[in-house]
């Protein structure tokens, strides 16, 4: 029976040490929701040992090293087939892209010498000597530097990849493996295995200028998006380690399977992947709780793993299966926390927060039977929607749809809908002329809700002659109409005249004008109207009060 192949270690071999030292330092849960784990979509053969892999900037294409050939195989992602190959030095372990994709870099481990590669013909159009055994390398964020990690001589070659030469040598810690360059590009992070700590380089200086002590082998390292926050893949300790790099201190370990060997975040830092070369497993670790969340079987020793920049795919190196595990992860289902304001009427056009969890992206916000929102726009943890309109009553659930899937119903999601309602201020004014009494109805809208439609009338005085331009007149009666709405605050008028004959010696009439019908119901609508007194004294001398 063969032993399993573990990625080739130089130097010292690394003893497993005890993680009491470093128990995982306990953190509130915060509100993001824990990521569904990936699935194995595909597996397609490679050549033999394959170690590093890495995407082009469109994702478009994989590239993937060969330990033992030095066969370069490129992956095209769409199709997931190996439409080419060519072969660069003895063999490699790491390769990584230039930002604009136009350029490869990979580290030979047995050639003591990177390889830059002219993507568009996959030509080797440079070889660079750096140090001994180089294992890993990263480039800096505008592509101007690649750093190689010598395992054999405890040194960091810095690359000038605009002439392909190494302008400095750094030493740092005993066999250096894993690599990460801050967004800034000002510090260069390297796993120190045999150190058993992670060194910090100011690359602006090109020198040491902190070691943070992980008690255990730093192998692989991932940085978080914002830099804050390094993740520490420790081969020998079936443990990833986090380290808060503003303080340069240890935060914590979460055990993991066995020989974890590489880690890589998710592009929004919300979980971490750890490859566990030693169970044929995945670990994924939640970063807001630090915890594993799932384990997921992968192929034969795991690796190297790469993802698309959104996220959802993922290209695993299986180094002695010989092969690269194109992984699947689905987007999130959301998840809806709280509603706010939690109801209003059933007019619409409430303003409504919706608190969650991976809301971003929403295609559709709805209000159960009452339809979906008239607009609405998310982000990851909250939406503003605006309720529709609709004849129910009651409680409704308030549910967030994004590619990822609707949100379940549950009690926090809950908007409870009101009947309409619309108080209508009418106000009355009598103005005397010589003959007559000139009348102005105000109508003003008082909410809550705008006044759809509404009937104001009076009973006009028997033997005075009324005439309106906006309102009817019929067997003794004025009538006027709101047809179209009245929104809360705003107002209309209308206007009649009563004639007064000279034949009415001495008269006292009332007219009181008042709301008789509409849309939605009036609240009160006992006050929905007022009157007005006058006397006439030969219809030439008119008061009203």
Same mark, same amino acid.
Request: aromatic fraction near 4%.
């Given at each position: 029976?063969?032993?399993?192949?573990?990625?080739?270690?130089?130097?010292?071999?690394?003893?497993?040490?005890?993680?009491?030292?470093?128990?995982?330092?306990?953190?509130?849960?915060?509100?993001?929701?824990?990521?569904?784990?990936?699935? =194995? *979509? *595909?597996?397609?053969?490679?050549? +033999?040992?394959?170690?590093?892999?890495?995407?082009?900037?469109?994702?478009?294409?994989?590239?993937?090293?060969?330990?033992?050939?030095?066969?370069?195989?490129?992956?095209?992602?769409?199709?997931?087939?190996?439409?080419?190959?060519?072969?660069?030095?003895?063999?490699?372990?790491?390769?990584?892209?230039?930002?604009?994709?136009?350029?490869?870099?990979?580290?030979?481990?047995?050639?003591?010498?990177?390889?830059?590669?002219?993507?568009?013909?996959?030509?080797?159009?440079?070889?660079? +000597?750096?140090?001994?055994?180089?294992?890993?390398?990263?480039?800096?964020?505008?592509?101007?530097?690649?750093?190689?990690?010598?395992?054999?001589?405890?040194?960091?070659?810095?690359?000038?990849?605009?002439?392909?030469?190494?302008?400095?040598?750094?030493?740092?810690?005993?066999?250096?493996?894993?690599?990460?360059?801050?967004?800034?590009?000002?510090?260069?992070?390297?796993?120190?295995?045999?150190?058993?700590?992670?060194?910090?380089?100011?690359?602006?200086?090109?020198?040491?200028?902190?070691?943070?002590?992980?008690?255990?082998?730093?192998?692989?390292?991932?940085?978080?998006?914002?830099?804050?926050?390094?993740? =520490?893949?420790?081969?020998?300790?079936?443990?990833?380690?986090?380290?808060?790099?503003?303080?340069?201190?240890?935060?914590?370990?979460?055990?993991?399977?066995?020989? +974890?060997?590489?880690?890589?975040?998710?592009?929004?830092?919300?979980?971490?992947?750890?490859?566990?070369?030693?169970?044929?497993?995945?670990?994924?670790?939640?970063?807001?709780?630090?915890?594993?969340?799932?384990?997921?079987?992968?192929?034969?020793?795991?690796?190297?793993?790469?993802?698309?920049?959104?996220?959802?795919?993922?290209?695993?190196?299986?180094?002695?299966?010989?092969?690269?595990?194109?992984?699947?992860?689905?987007?999130?289902?959301?998840?809806?926390?709280?509603?706010?304001?939690?109801?209003?009427?059933?007019?619409?056009?409430?303003?409504?927060?919706?608190?969650?969890?991976?809301?971003?992206?929403?295609?559709?916000?709805?209000?159960?039977?009452?339809?979906?929102?008239?607009?609405?726009?998310?982000?990851?943890?909250?939406?503003?929607? /605006?309720?529709?309109?609709?004849?129910?009553?009651?409680?409704?659930?308030?549910?967030?749809?994004?590619?990822?899937?609707?949100?379940?119903?549950?009690?926090?999601?809950?908007?409870?809908?009101?009947?309409?309602?619309?108080?209508?201020?009418?106000?009355?004014?009598?103005?005397?002329?010589?003959?007559?009494?000139?009348?102005? =109805?105000?109508?003003?809208?008082?909410?809550?809700?705008?006044? /759809?439609?509404?009937?104001?009338?009076?009973?006009?005085?028997?033997?005075?002659?009324?005439?309106?331009?906006?309102?009817?007149?019929?067997?003794?009666?004025?009538?006027?109409?709101?047809?179209?709405?009245?929104?809360?605050?705003?107002?209309?008028?209308?206007?009649?005249?009563?004639?007064?004959?000279?034949?009415?010696?001495?008269?006292?009439?009332?007219?009181?004008?008042?709301?008789?019908?509409?849309?939605?119901?009036?609240?009160?609508?006992?006050?929905?109207?007022? /009157?007005?007194?006058?006397?006439?004294?030969?219809?030439?001398?008119?008061?009203?009060?």
């Amino acid at each position: 029976m063969t032993s399993r192949r573990a990625p080739r270690r130089t130097g010292t071999a690394l003893a497993a040490i005890s993680a009491a030292t470093a128990a995982l330092l306990s953190q509130p849960v915060t509100a993001a929701a824990v990521a569904p784990p990936p699935a =194995v *979509a *595909a597996h397609l053969p490679v050549a +033999p040992y394959p170690a590093g892999v890495a995407l082009t900037p469109d994702g478009a294409r994989a590239y993937v090293t060969s330990q033992s050939t030095g066969m370069v195989s490129v992956l095209d992602t769409a199709s997931r087939t190996v439409t080419g190959t060519f072969t660069a030095g003895t063999g490699s372990y790491a390769v990584e892209l230039s930002p604009d994709g136009r350029r490869a870099y990979l580290t030979h481990h047995l050639d003591n010498a990177v390889s830059v590669v002219d993507t568009a013909s996959n030509t080797v159009t440079a070889t660079v +000597p750096v140090g001994v055994q180089p294992w890993n390398l990263a480039l800096s964020p505008d592509g101007s530097r690649a750093y190689v990690s010598n395992a054999g001589a405890d040194t960091v070659s810095v690359l000038d990849t605009a002439s392909d030469t190494v302008k400095a040598t750094v030493p740092v810690g005993a066999e250096p493996h894993g690599l990460a360059v801050s967004p800034d590009g000002r510090r260069l992070y390297v796993a120190a295995s045999g150190a058993k700590a992670v060194t910090v380089v100011d690359t602006a200086s090109g020198t040491v200028s902190a070691t943070v002590p992980v008690g255990h082998s730093a192998f692989g390292l991932a940085l978080s998006p914002d830099g804050s926050r390094l993740w =520490v893949a420790d081969g020998d300790d079936s443990t990833a380690a986090v380290i808060d790099t503003g303080a340069g201190a240890l935060l914590g370990t979460v055990p993991v399977g066995t020989g +974890p060997y590489a880690v890589t975040l998710a592009p929004d830092g919300s979980a971490a992947y750890v490859s566990d070369y030693g169970d044929d497993t995945l670990s994924v670790i939640d970063t807001a709780s630090r915890t594993v969340t799932a384990t997921v079987p992968v192929g034969a020793s795991p690796y190297t793993l790469a993802l698309s920049a959104d996220g959802r795919r993922g290209y695993l190196a299986d180094f002695t299966g010989n092969a690269v595990d194109v992984l699947n992860f689905p987007l999130p289902v959301p998840a809806v926390t709280g509603v706010s304001p939690n109801g209003g009427s059933g007019a619409g056009g409430t303003t409504v927060t919706v608190t969650g969890t991976d809301l971003n992206g929403a295609t559709a916000v709805t209000f159960g039977a009452a339809g979906p929102a008239t607009s609405f726009s998310c982000t990851s943890t909250r939406c503003t929607a /605006t309720a529709p309109a609709t004849t129910v009553t009651g409680p409704v659930d308030v549910r967030v749809t994004t590619p990822g899937g609707t949100s379940a119903a549950v009690a926090a999601d809950r908007f409870t809908y009101t009947a309409p309602s619309a108080h209508l201020g009418v106000a009355l004014t009598a103005t005397p002329a010589t003959g007559r009494v000139d009348y102005t =109805v105000t109508l003003t809208g008082q909410g809550p809700d705008p006044v /759809t439609s509404a009937t104001v009338s009076a009973d006009l005085p028997a033997g005075l002659t009324a005439s309106s331009g906006d309102c009817t007149v019929a067997a003794g009666k004025l009538t006027c109409t709101l047809s179209t709405p009245l929104a809360k605050g705003a107002g209309t008028t209308r206007h009649f005249s009563l004639g007064v004959g000279l034949l009415n010696l001495i008269r006292t009439w009332d007219v009181t004008v008042a709301r008789t019908g509409g849309t939605p119901a009036d609240p009160s609508p006992a006050t929905s109207k007022d /009157t007005r007194s006058c006397t006439s004294f030969l219809g030439l001398s008119i008061t009203c009060r």
